[in-house]
């Protein structure tokens, strides 16, 4: 059974950090392309960030320079870094699993997901 453990979110104030870690399960992590999407309660769930299993990476703008996404196979755990927190990044983050090569932000190209941890940035 794929699954997924989000964990590292919080509350911070605007300019601090956090950072999210997700864990898998029940696949072969390394041939996996896992993304960072977030969702705010009435809105789509959008896209952050992607790293695929060669380790190429793509940022949603709003974050390019601010978060940092990083994996560790060995450990089948991606990391997200983030700084210099906003209130607009205030939202429940969820990682999810897509197929190895993929380099995408859009939601209906990744297969499995996790509960998702929420991020609430205080201004």
């Known amino acids: 059974e794929v699954q997924f453990e989000e964990s590292g979110g919080g509350l911070v104030q605007a300019g601090g950090s956090l950072r999210l870690s997700c864990v898998g399960s029940?696949?072969?992590?390394?041939?996996?392309?896992i993304g960072w999407f977030r969702q705010v309660p009435g809105m789509e769930r959008e896209g952050v960030v992607c790293?695929?299993?060669?380790?190429?990476?793509y940022y949603q703008d709003s974050v390019r320079g601010r978060f940092t996404i990083s994996r560790d196979n060995a450990k089948s755990t991606v990391f997200l870094q983030m700084d210099s927190l906003k209130p607009e990044d205030t939202a429940v983050y969820y990682c999810?699993?897509?197929?190895?090569?993929?380099?995408?932000?859009?939601?209906?190209?990744?297969?499995?997901w996790g509960q998702g941890t929420r991020v609430t940035v205080s201004s």
């Open positions: 029940g696949f072969t992590f390394a041939d996996y392309a």
């Open positions: 999810a699993a897509g197929r190895q090569y993929l380099i995408s932000l859009r939601a209906a190209y990744y297969d499995f």
């Open positions: 790293i695929n299993g060669i380790g190429d990476t």
